[in-house]
């Protein structure tokens, strides 16, 4: 059967004029695909090439996490400034504005794409809508006061790079972090000095980590990072050379010097790691062995 509708696809693809249009002129504007529907309600995914692939492959341009999506799926591609849609020979079709694709068909700016249970929309960047999905978006995966990842896009992305490591034995280590004798500060100095140095704490961390490195807020004073492509040796170094900064950092906040220090736990993924919960509770054990051993320091 998907025989027969990838040659009914060659034999739609033959007739199509594909010429320059110049009711449909995109020059100088990008586009983009905008969740509206799905586990990634509100996610934006750029449209950079002339001709990308979606699907739930690995190799797709475009990857999207949903059983009902093929492995390669549907191709968007670009002809004279023109975009057009393409559906792959997939097994639950592609639809835009709830009519299926036959061969090849043009899209407009605002079109909804439907393949598997998630539905895109094809938008300008510069339309505001695509800026007000955007922020729901960034809300719903930020941490409100330090800016870094939520709790949730957390296990999101641990499960996704504990898949990836399980599958092709790829290097990975996670670190766990706490502020030494936070309620302290809260004590002391009020909650606006403690929220004073989490955001700072933050922007440290910025510093200090790469930019494939995921940095979240995992609660409270509790914070986490996965180090994709690194030994817990590498994840060491780096840990230690944050832990220093920290100790040796001063924030400054009506008219008081506040000083904190920070312990950390490693893990690194193996094969006995059975889940993402199992490599989380390691490096957490090793955070309270820093704290139990003292403080300002790392466990591994």
Known sequence: MAGKRNEETQKSTQIIDLTKRTDLDFSGDRFILLEIYGANMGKRRDIDDDSIVIGRGDDCNIIVNDPS????????????????????????????????ISGIQRLENGDRIKIGNTIFKFISSQDMEAEYYDQLYQFSIKDGLTGL????????????????????????????????????????????????????????????????????????EE????????????????????RLAVSQNEIYINQHTIKITISAGLAEYNHSYTSPAALIDAADKKLYEAKNNGRNRVEM
């Open 69 to 100: 999506v093929s492995r390669n799926h549907m191709k968007i591609f670009k002809i004279d400034k023109v975009f057009y849609a393409e559906d792959l020979g997939s097994t639950n079709r592609t639809y835009v504005n709830e009519d299926e």
């Open 149 to 220: 990842y939520n709790r949730k896009s957390f296990d999101d992305k641990l499960e996704s790079e504990f898949s990836r490591c399980k599958r092709y034995g790829h290097s990975l280590s996670l670190v766990m972090f706490d502020i030494d004798h936070f309620k302290n500060v809260n004590d002391t100095y009020g909650h606006l000095a403690g929220d004073a140095v989490l955001t700072n704490l933050s922007k440290l961390f910025g510093k200090y980590f790469r930019s494939v490195d995921f940095i979240a807020r995992y609660g409270g």
């Open 223 to 242: 914070f986490t990072v996965i180090l994709p492509e690194t030994p817990i040796n590498g994840a060491l170094l780096t840990t230690e050379r944050i």
